[in-house]
T-cell receptor, first 110, second 109 residues
Framework: EPEVTQTPSHQVTQMGQEVILRCVPI?????FYWYRQILGQKVEFLVS????????KSEIFDDQFSVERPDGSNFTLKIRSTKLEDSAMYFC????????FGAGTRLSVL | KNEVEQSPQNLTAQEGEFITINCSYS?????LHWLQQHPGGGIVSLFM???GKKKHGRLIATINIQEKHSSLHITASHPRDSAVYIC???????????FGPGTSLSVIP
């Protein structure tokens, strides 16, 4: 069974620091997504990425966030100058009609 | 207004009971997804369907396109079924997934 891999599983950072969340999508997939789930809330869409560029982003995905596919296998989400309210579970997904989700990275901003 | 709604929000059942979770959506979709999220947070895809009915083990998912409604049924529920069940939709192929609020299920021995 193919799977989407996310690292780290838990990231703790100080407010104002930059974090990079990493994802390895399924190898033959072309569409990639990041989602966020604040504790106790529903999962929200952040951004979709196709053909090495952002295809859609939500209003949450402001200038603090960026995505990159640096080497053809990894897909990263960078959060600059983290805030307390960025604490959440971040999910990567790949695919398209069938979405495959990673196990998530729990980000804790202190 | 949420594009994907679920009911109930919380559900407690005795082991062995038949469970139904309902989902309604207000937009045109290409696919409806049922997902499972255990404590600890990982999301597992259970079903993706665009019409009719699908079955996997004790889980059954149905969809009525005309009524914009889907149901997830669990037969002979077991404590290991305790999790949050999420209904989600994609409007077009390769589109983002729109998540419902989830139904928290607790199955008591």
């Amino acid at each position: 069974e193919p799977e989407v891999t996310q690292t780290p599983s838990h990231q703790v950072t100080q407010m104002g620091q930059e974090v990079i969340l990493r994802c390895v999508p399924i190898s033959n997939h072309l569409y990639f997504y990041w989602y966020r789930q604040i504790l106790g809330q529903k999962v929200e869409f952040l951004v979709s990425f196709y053909n090495n560029e952002i295809s859609e982003k939500s209003e949450i995905f402001d200038d603090q966030f960026s995505v990159e596919r640096p080497d053809g296998s990894n897909f990263t989400l960078k959060i600059r100058s983290t805030k307390l309210e960025d604490s959440a579970m971040y999910f990567c997904a790949s695919g398209g009609t069938q979405a495959y989700f990673g196990a998530g990275t729990r980000l804790s901003v202190l | 207004k949420n594009e994907v709604e679920q009911s109930p929000q919380n559900l407690t059942a005795q082991e062995g009971e038949f469970i139904t979770i309902n989902c309604s959506y207000s937009v045109g979709i290409s696919a409806l997804h049922w997902l499972q999220q255990h404590p600890g947070g990982g999301i597992v895809s259970l079903f993706m369907l665009s019409s009719g009915k699908k079955k996997h083990g004790r889980l059954i998912a149905t969809i009525n396109i005309q009524e914009k409604h889907s149901s997830l049924h669990i037969t002979a529920s077991h404590p290991r079924d305790s999790a949050v069940y999420i209904c989600a939709a994609t409007k077009t192929s390769y589109d983002k997934v729109i998540f419902g609020p989830g139904t928290s299920l607790s199955v008591i021995p």
